[in-house]
């Protein structure tokens, strides 16, 4: 290894993360500094072997320091404004930062602002913040760079927020956003001036939309959603079916814009014009000007950009009469990353972009020696395709929790078939500008290596029951894989009679890492998952069972049981449920849990006595018959028992006339927890209120019934529970049935409400035997809204 | 400081940033080259390929075996050349080095990798050796042995091209000419296996364009690797046949066969 920037990468990230991990607080970092440059001055002229790992100390000291510099948070005095007067009409003036693509059938439209202007009754104050604005495209386009003027309700900018998932808040915060403002209406986005003609994301955000118009009309509409994903590097046009497909298949990633996309970009371009007779230097500075356009078009992800840097990077070593070196080359992106924002660091493209390249890097001679009788034109593929899995397979496993075992064969036909997409676009958007017909021939062309890329991916998933479920690995295997993972690429470098030992000790540390891959002794906890509006618990009883009751909302647009209740589950190491409940049949309780029927080992499913012929109920029961989950039935005097934990179940009556509603037939049900008691009531009225037993139902802890509405908790009910804590599973914006007078009633009671669009998540967790509350909102230092 | 300082001092940090963001290693050794001087091998590697010295056949260029005139500096005819009046079509071929270690590396990955850079280290071993073998001022031309168009085109370059430029400055009377053409596709004579398969493959491959004029004038003809000299010796037909006095061929290279050296490279009947 004597590629010095690779070292300096290493040592960078090294001290990004100590510092991100609290590892190297305060005076550590100056002192690492001033240990380097003394040490460095000392050693200079005697001691040549020291002085590389001085200069390393430094650039972990820089690294760390470089973290710190940027960790001062931007003072938003507009969030703090905003989060003083909640839901209030505002006007205000600013710049935009970055606009999503405005595309046929998707009328509400996001931009980002960095307000400096707030008008209130014609006068103008200044004031600075950075807003998420919902609007409309009937006000005309807007591009980065753009002076507007927005008016509209603004507030604090608040999503779901719940242990071990990523999402859109984190997405908002991590880009310094705090506040939202809703600006539908067609006067609520006025444009005050353009912006200057040199900014180059403006020009690129007018090019990307002006394709995605073109490319509207030139293209069937079948294709439309890939080639704006794959193109343009917009993907919310394809719908979760089709999305899904690719995620079963191992092919998710050919739909952002990543390397691969820039890696295919550069080398046909190259190679066309080296057909063309182009001499090498006009021929690098094409491909590297395309490379970069293609990654400023289609969004600048980060894996884009990445490669773009690459090519760049091999490009010009051509200029400088060098070879280029991919190791020296990815460090240098790394390094230019690093530096431009640490925090990219966390950013999941970043990491498996990295990654999947090392990887690749390190092991494909270890694939490529191995398959001498493979015929030449597939080993480097197929070596490609294996090697490219070993380093990313943990954060891989982390944040999509699939190892499709049909990727590795997707993905060699796939990846040559995207190449002719991009190609087909590449040559679409450009007759598009010039000549509407010719580049409507081009674009109808795109229909079939399109229907190939799906037809693999229908196929690819249909493999799913052979597919594995990966949770996120704890911090123990983590480590263990990547141990493992270096003594393998370091049976790459030894001494021939080394070797067979490391790589017995390589596989020992794989086994080792898989065994320790889920947490061996779990905490016992009920968690409230935050699903907006709908119900979702999961319940770790003290005995060790795992129940869920209820899964959220799932409609054809979100779905929560896929979005949040099963990345929740696998992020704590669950693939088993000894039991799914389900209160009732309405949409926001039972919706998500197809998804987790799917996709988990189910013990039993619960629901109430009484059936119905809801289309709901009806897909749910079938989908546990095909998945093999035998469905309980239960009513009222059952005292149901998921090993060892007991719930008596005190509702719905076996044949209740009183009522057909399904709120009114929730089951209701108790739980002992240590010794705290939980009450889950569903979405209970008033009839079934007072039908239930008084006598058994007082608890420590109940979650409101009917998401905190006035159909419901009575105060006779409430006088019967006398809890400690009522918990409302309710959103912050859309559906909302919760009424403020059922929280003031609580409160008169004395009993402390506790929200989820409030805190996010609420966990119940007995610490030393206490019961422990903990706001998953709290816990990350978001802002949560008071009275 | 002085000029000459500042711009010493730019060079050095030059070099360091190019060490830096785009570090070279030796092709055969992979140990790292911090100087451009030689840009692909370490010292060790390209001193320690096997060159070709006195004395050696002075017809077909092949070095004579150890033990055989040892301590002569003068060269004399090899068995085959000495026993024939006129056994080729070209009069003498000269070549640099034995087609074997870092030299074989390196013309392999100047034709098949795409890495026309090399053909500077490999020009100066040319250069080398025909200064102290050639008399430089008897040549009128000097004639590249030429890719066929449409590989060419796929490479880029023409690797025979790129080295008769290298030594065009020791050739005071002379100018390149590249009226000698490949009229059809040959396969890479490395992949052919058999002495006749090359000879079969190269038949009626060269012609001369139409503006080509060669009576009455000396050419030297400049190939990357003689391997079994069916390319040269049909080159040569052509170019005698256009009215040239004298061929000779200067190659990089002369595999030679019977040596342990390259015998895969070589095919399996020799
Ligand atoms: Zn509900
Ligand atoms: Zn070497
Ligand atoms: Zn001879």
Redesign the pocket.
């Known amino acids: 290894m004597n590629r010095p920037l690779a070292w300096v990468a290493a040592a960078m990230l090294t001290g990004t993360l100590c510092a991100a991990w609290g590892l190297l607080p305060g005076l550590a970092i100056p002192l690492l500094l001033v240990a380097a440059a003394c040490l460095a001055g000392a050693f200079r002229l005697r001691n040549a072997r020291i002085r590389p790992f001085v200069v390393l100390v430094g650039f972990i000291g820089a690294g760390a320091a470089h973290w710190e510099l940027n960790q001062t948070p931007n003072s938003d005095p507009f969030a703090d404004l905003v989060a003083n007067n909640p839901v209030s009409v505002t006007k205000v003036e600013g710049t935009v930062r970055s606009v999503t693509l405005s595309i046929p059938g998707e009328d509400r439209l996001r931009l980002i602002l960095d307000i400096d202007t707030r008008i209130d009754n014609k006068t103008s104050s200044p004031i600075a913040g950075r807003a998420v604005i919902h609007w409309t495209r009937s006000t005309g386009l807007i591009f980065p760079g753009d002076r507007i003027l927005v008016e509209g309700e603004a507030s604090v900018a608040i999503a779901e927020v719940n242990p071990g998932v990523n999402g859109y808040e984190d997405y908002l915060r991590n880009r310094g956003v705090n506040t939202a403002i809703d600006a539908a209406g067609p006067k609520a986005v006025t444009r005050l001036g353009e912006a200057p003609w040199y900014l180059p994301w403006n020009w690129a955000a007018r090019f990307r939309q002006a394709q995605a118009d073109n490319l509207a009309r030139a293209m069937p509409e079948r294709v439309l959603p890939f080639v704006y994903a794959v193109w343009l590097g917009h993907q919310s046009a394809l719908s979760q079916e089709e999305y899904l497909d690719y995620v079963w298949s191992g092919t998710a990633h050919i739909l952002s814009v990543s390397g691969v996309h820039a890696a295919i970009i550069a080398f046909t371009l190259n190679f066309a014009l080296r057909a063309l007779l182009m001499a090498r230097r006009p021929r690098s500075v094409m491909v590297m000007s395309a490379v970069f356009a293609y990654a400023l078009v289609s969004g600048a992800s980060v894996p884009a950009m990445r490669a773009a840097i690459m090519v760049c990077l091999y490009m010009s070593a051509d200029l400088l009469e060098r070879e280029p070196d991919t190791t020296t080359a990815l460090s240098l992106a790394g390094i230019i990353f690093m530096l431009w924002d640490p925090r990219s660091v966390f950013d999941i493209g970043f990491q498996l972009s990295f990654a999947s390249v090392a990887s690749i890097l390190i092991f494909i001679s270890l694939f490529q020696n191995r398959m001498e009788k493979v015929h030449w034109f597939l080993r480097g593929p197929i070596a490609t395709s294996l090697a490219v899995q070993i380093i990313p397979l943990p954060i891989a496993a982390a944040s999509f929790h699939a190892l499709p075992l049909a990727a590795p064969v997707a993905n060699l036909v796939a990846i040559p078939v995207l190449a002719a997409v991009l190609w087909l676009c590449f040559v679409t958007a450009l007759l598009s500008f010039i000549w509407m017909p010719a580049a409507q021939i081009a674009g109808y062309a795109t229909l079939l290596p399109i229907e190939l890329i799906r037809w693999i991916a229908e196929a690819g998933s249909s493999l799913r029951p052979l597919s594995k479920i990966m949770t996120t690995p704890t911090t123990h295997a983590w480590a263990m894989y990547w141990i493992a993972a270096s003594l393998l690429a370091a049976t790459l470098v030894v001494r021939k009679d080394l070797r067979k030992s490391m790589l017995i000790l390589s596989t020992t540390a794989f086994a080792f890492s898989f065994i320790f891959w889920r947490p061996l002794d779990y905490e016992p906890e009920v968690v409230m998952l935050d699903v907006g509006?709908?119900?979702a618990t999961f319940i770790r009883s003290t005995t060790g069972e795992t129940l869920l009751i209820d899964g959220g909302d799932a409609s054809e647009f979100s779905d929560r049981g896929r979005q949040i209740v099963a990345p929740f589950l696998w992020a704590r190491g669950v693939t088993r449920l000894d039991a799914v409940m389900a209160s009732h049949t309405?949409r926001?309780?039972l919706g998500g849990l197809l998804y987790i029927i799917d996709n988990f080992d189910v013990g039993a499913a619960m629901l109430g006595a009484l059936e119905s012929d809801r289309p709901l109920e009806r897909e749910f029961v079938a989908r546990c018959a095909e998945r093999g989950v035998p469905i309980l039935r239960v009513k009222r005097g059952d005292a149901l028992q998921v090993g060892n934990t007991g719930l008596p179940i005190f509702h719905p009556l076996p044949d209740w006339s009183e009522t057909t509603l399904p709120?009114d037939l929730s089951i209701v049900t108790k739980l002992d927890f240590a010794s705290t008691s939980f009450l889950f009531t569903?979405?209970i009225e008033r009839a079934a209120e007072a039908s239930l037993d008084l006598w058994s139902i007082d608890t420590d802890i109940l979650k409101v019934p009917?998401?905190g509405a006035d159909t419901s908790s009575t105060i006779p009910f409430i006088n019967a529970v006398t809890p400690k804590y009522a918990t409302i599973s309710t959103g912050s914006h859309g559906r909302k049935?919760m009424d403020q007078p059922i929280v003031d009633r609580y409160k008169a009671l004395g009993v402390s409400v506790l929200r989820t669009d409030r805190l996010g998540a609420i966990r119940f967790a007995l610490v030393e035997g206490q019961l422990h509350v903990e706001s998953e909102r709290a816990k990350r230092g978001y802002p949560i809204a008071k009275d | 400081m002085n000029k000459g300082d500042i711009s010493a001092a730019a060079r050095e940090w030059t070099l360091t940033v190019k060490n830096l963001t785009f570090p070279i290693f030796c092709q055969q050794c992979r140990i790292r080259l911090l100087t451009d001087d030689n840009g692909y091998f370490c010292p060790t590697c390209w001193e320690s390929s096997p060159r070709i010295e006195r004395p050696f056949c002075p017809i077909c260029g092949k070095p004579h075996r150890a033990g055989v005139g040892l301590g002569t500096r003068s060269n004399f005819r090899c068995g085959p050349c000495s026993t024939q009046k006129k056994p080729y079509p070209y009069d003498r071929v000269l070549a640099a080095a034995r087609y074997d270690g870092a030299i074989q590396l390196a013309i392999k990955r100047l034709k098949f990798n795409d890495k026309p850079r090399i053909a500077r280290p490999l020009g100066e071993l040319l250069r080398e050796q025909a200064e102290r073998e050639l008399d430089c001022d008897a040549y009128d031309y000097i004639v590249p042995v030429p890719l066929h168009r449409v590989r060419r085109r796929a490479r880029g370059f023409n690797q025979a091209e790129l080295l008769a430029r290298e030594i065009l400055p020791l050739f005071s009377d002379a100018v390149i000419d590249t009226s000698l053409v490949r009229l059809r596709p040959t396969h890479v004579q490395s992949r052919l296996h058999t002495d006749k398969q090359r000879k079969e493959s190269v038949r009626g491959a060269f012609g001369l364009s139409r503006d080509a004029n060669f009576d009455k004038k000396r050419v030297l003809l400049i190939d990357d690797v003689v391997t079994t000299g069916a390319t040269i010796h049909e080159c040569a037909t052509v170019l005698k046949k256009g009215g040239a006095t004298v061929v000779d061929v200067l190659a990089v290279a002369l595999a030679i066969p019977g040596s342990d050296a390259d015998s895969a490279d070589l095919g399996r009947k020799e």
Do not use: A, E, T
Request: charged share 35%; aromatic share 0%.
């Open positions: 509006h709908g119900d309405d926001d309780h709120n569903g979405d009917h998401h049935v």
